[in-house]
């Protein structure tokens, strides 16, 4: 299957600041990528759809202003979360798909906005 | 694509085997349908996936009956290292990818 790595593992980091968290198909070229938060306790929420070369697609309810994605190459797609909040911390996961839902997902990437 | 519903946890001992059963109605003619396990703080892992009857793998087997209605993950001799979540979702070979999850099975296996 897909090789898919997130980075950074976890991240720490102040009120209004902007964190970005990166996301690589090691051995897939993936036209299409998913981000997916998780709150503790509760399911994944798929929050959008990054697209090489094009702009993302996101779920209703998930703010495109605040959550910019890249999706600049066929590897590599970036999630930022800009001016973070304490609301923001949640569990963050990326996956990529080679159609009929077997999806490869990334190790997650823990924010926590103190 | 179909909703699914799973029991939201399920007890079990080391050595048993362990059923959990998913239930979707409004499953598609082009719909399969596919487990994942997830452990805490880390991603969703693939387990297994099937359109009708049964599969098998290394690591279980699901269970579909003709009306595909329903669906069984079937893990066999469980260990304590399969305390886990376990979502079942379908969908269709023409997807993009995009998983809607459902809340899942808390799976906890206990000495």
């Known amino acids: 299957g897909a090789v898919v790595s997130q980075h950074p593992s976890w991240v720490i980091c102040k009120s209004g600041t902007s964190v970005k968290i990166e996301c690589r198909s090691l051995?897939?070229?993936?036209?299409?990528m998913f981000w997916y938060r998780q709150f503790p306790k509760q399911s994944l929420m798929l929050m959008a759809t990054?697209?090489?070369?094009?702009?993302?697609?996101?779920e209703q309810g998930v703010e495109k202003d605040k959550f910019l994605i890249n999706h600049a190459s066929l590897t590599l797609s970036t999630l930022t979360v800009t001016s973070a909040h304490p609301e923001d911390s949640s569990f963050y996961i990326c996956?990529?798909?080679?159609?009929?839902?077997?999806?490869?997902f990334g190790q997650g990437t823990r924010l926590t906005v103190v | 694509l179909a909703k699914t519903t799973q029991p939201i946890s399920m007890d079990s001992y080391e050595g048993q085997e362990v059923n959990i059963t998913c239930s979707h109605n409004n499953i598609a003619t082009n719909d399969y349908i596919t487990w994942y396990q997830q452990f805490p703080s880390q991603g969703p892992r693939f387990i297994i996936q099937?359109?009708?009857t049964k599969v098998t793998n290394e690591v279980a087997s699901l269970f579909i009956p003709a009306d595909r209605k329903s669906s069984t993950l079937s893990l066999p001799r469980v260990s304590l290292s399969d305390t886990a979540v376990y979502y079942c979702?379908?969908?269709?070979?023409?997807?993009?990818?995009?998983?809607?999850f459902g809340q899942g099975t808390t799976l906890q296996v206990k000495p």
């Open positions: 099937g359109y009708k």
């Open positions: 051995d897939f070229q993936a036209t299409t």
């Open positions: 979702l379908v969908g269709d070979e023409g997807n993009t990818g995009k998983l809607i």
């Open positions: 996956s990529v798909s080679r159609g009929n839902t077997e999806a490869f």
């Open positions: 990054s697209n090489e070369g094009s702009k993302a697609t996101y």
